[in-house]
């Protein structure tokens, strides 16, 4: 079983990586192109690229928050009805309809209410890991400012950290996830 949390979480953490990166990068390069041309298409020499790239740089760390919720959401779909370590989660159909089974074409109207048990379980897991961590540095770190050493990077990390407890923990508290082996 160890194997299998183990490689559905880097399967996730690898698609939500390479999907925030791509969506804020491709969201930055908009954002710069747009308000290059909005300026005229003046000719690029060194201070025009030096700030294109200061403006890419500034729209890339906004647009990695928007990304990473994009990448979260998106991600839970590609989790289901892929074998890892000789097993495979399942997601049952609706109780209420008295159909049983398995959904085996999986669209993001299925996932709402497992996303949203899963994303809270997320939320409570790396707000957690911040309270650890927040009293491991003020204890043994000499920061002035409590919050000194946390930014995206950081909250990427404990969204990591907690991802792979969350779908141990989504398998016992989402009743419509099943795990079976493949």
């Given at each position: 079983?160890?194997?299998?949390?183990?490689?559905?979480?880097?399967f996730?953490?690898?698609?939500?990586?390479?999907c925030?990166?791509?969506?804020?990068?491709l969201?930055?390069?908009i954002?710069?192109?747009?308000?290059?041309?909005?300026?005229?298409?003046?000719?690029?020499?060194?201070?025009v690229?030096?700030?294109?790239?200061?403006?890419w740089?500034?729209?890339?760390?906004?647009?990695?928050?928007?990304?990473?919720?994009?990448?979260?959401?998106?991600s839970?779909?590609?989790?289901?009805?892929?074998?890892y370590?000789?097993?495979v989660?399942?997601?049952?159909?609706c109780?209420?309809?008295?159909?049983?089974?398995?959904?085996?074409?999986?669209?993001?109207?299925?996932?709402?209410?497992?996303?949203?048990?899963?994303?809270?379980?997320?939320?409570?897991?790396?707000?957690?890991?911040?309270?650890?961590?927040?009293?491991?540095?003020?204890?043994?770190?000499?920061?002035?400012?409590?919050?000194?050493?946390?930014?995206?990077?950081?909250?990427?990390?404990?969204?990591?950290?907690?991802?792979?407890?969350?779908?141990?923990v989504?398998?016992?508290?989402?009743?419509?996830?099943?795990?079976?082996?493949?």
């Amino acid at each position: 079983m160890s194997r299998f949390y183990f490689f559905l979480w880097l399967f996730w953490l690898l698609r939500v990586t390479l999907c925030t990166l791509a969506s804020a990068g491709l969201f930055a390069f908009i954002i710069t192109l747009s308000i290059y041309m909005k300026q005229g298409l003046v000719s690029l020499d060194s201070t025009v690229v030096s700030a294109l790239l200061d403006i890419w740089n500034f729209w890339f760390t906004i647009s990695l928050n928007i990304g990473l919720l994009f990448a979260l959401f998106r991600s839970v779909k590609y989790l289901f009805n892929r074998c890892y370590g000789g097993f495979v989660l399942k997601l049952n159909r609706c109780i209420k309809e008295n159909t049983s089974g398995f959904i085996e074409e999986i669209g993001y109207g299925d996932l709402i209410k497992v996303w949203r048990k899963w994303f809270m379980i997320l939320i409570w897991l790396v707000g957690s890991l911040m309270v650890i961590s927040l009293g491991l540095t003020y204890l043994f770190t000499s920061y002035s400012s409590l919050f000194d050493w946390f930014n995206i990077y950081i909250l990427y990390l404990f969204i990591a950290i907690g991802g792979y407890i969350s779908f141990i923990v989504m398998a016992g508290r989402c009743k419509s996830v099943r795990i079976i082996k493949c």
